[in-house]
């Protein structure tokens, strides 16, 4: 999809002054549309239903009312409006549920100016920003995550001819092994390549290395 400048932006704090030292900065910046502010729950549901900003940079806490926050609300009742958590230190290791709620980029409140402005730009075009203090964090979190849902991919027999093919066992061998046919191991042996999208056993031995599917 193409995209648009303007970037429709909104903020939303609790703090006032923070509130408007960040308004004042971007107010300035040509490509950036800055649509509001508010330090109140309930006028930011409002806003966002009416305004539809492209992003909404807030802190993650911040309550919309109804004891429920920025996070549950917007991703279900406004699932286009992407969302720029503003954090301290002690948010880090709840990244991974800003993540699952929908958090596309991550910044610590005490950031600078450049970073604000390349996070903005880059969730504005669709790609995930961590702000370099947190970003091996953010890191290691993708990289474990990634993990799990590649081995969630696979069956656990899947799991089981992909560890004996990396053993560099032909399908004869493994349907001896596994007292299958060799079809059958054939058959499992197409179904994995079409998951990982490679060919032949080199790529399917490439592919578990990578993602640790197999230790080596």
Known sequence: MKHYYPIRLFIADH?????????????????????????????????????QPDILLTDPSFDVGDNTTVLQYVPKALPDVNIIALSLLDDIPMLGYMLQAGVQGFLLRQCDRLEILEAIHDVYNKKPYYCRAIASHALRLFSSTRTATQRELFSAREKQIIQLI?????????????????RTVEGYRLRIMEKMNVRGTAGIVLYAIRQNIVEV
């Open 15 to 51: 703090q006032e002054v923070y509130l408007e030292g960040l308004a004042h900065m971007l107010q300035a910046v040509p490509d950036i549309d800055l649509l509001g502010t508010t330090t109140n729950g309930n006028e930011l549901a409002t806003a966002l239903t009416v305004l």
């Open 166 to 182: 990396c053993q560099d066992m032909a399908s004869k061998e493994i349907a001896a092994r596994l007292e299958l046919s060799n």
